[in-house]
Nanobody
C-alpha cells in the first residue's frame, strides 16, 4: 500500500511564500513523474507543475516564474516552493505521483489528500 502525505499549506498574505511537501511511503520500487495540481472552489482541478524522473520541469503559465517544483528521490518526496503568492492562488493543492511498487511491473497513479492554501490579507 502506498500513501502520499502532504504538508505545508496555510494562510499567507499576498506577496508571501509557502513551501509544500508531499512524501510517499509504502512498498515503493521507483517513482516516475511527480506533479502538483490545484483546485479552487467551484473549479476543475488544474495541473500546476511537473517534474520527471530525470529532473525536467514544466509549469502552467499562471505560476511560471513564481513557483518551483523539486524532488528528493532518496526521500520519495516532491516539493513546491511558492513565491509572490496572490489571492488567485488560493486553492486545495494535491500531489500526484506515478509509482511502481515492489513486485509489480506497471506504474500506477497515486494522489495526496490535499492541503489548503489561502492567500488573503
Amino acid at each position: 500500500q502506498v500513501q502520499l502525505v502532504e504538508s505545508g499549506g496555510g494562510l499567507v498574505q499576498p506577496g508571501g511564500s509557502l513551501r509544500l511537501s508531499c512524501a510517499a511511503s509504502g512498498s515503493i520500487f521507483s517513482i516516475n513523474a511527480m506533479y502538483w495540481y490545484r483546485q479552487a472552489p467551484g473549479k476543475q482541478r488544474d495541473l500546476v507543475a511537473t517534474i520527471t524522473s530525470d529532473g525536467s520541469t514544466n509549469y502552467s503559465d499562471s505560476v511560471k516564474g513564481r513557483f518551483t517544483i523539486s524532488r528528493d528521490n532518496a526521500k520519495n518526496t516532491v516539493y513546491l516552493q511558492m513565491n509572490s503568492l496572490q489571492p488567485e492562488d488560493t486553492a486545495v493543492y494535491y500531489c500526484h505521483m506515478n509509482i511502481r511498487t515492489g513486485g509489480v511491473r506497471a506504474y500506477y497513479d497515486y494522489w495526496g489528500q490535499g492541503t489548503q492554501v489561502t492567500v488573503s490579507s
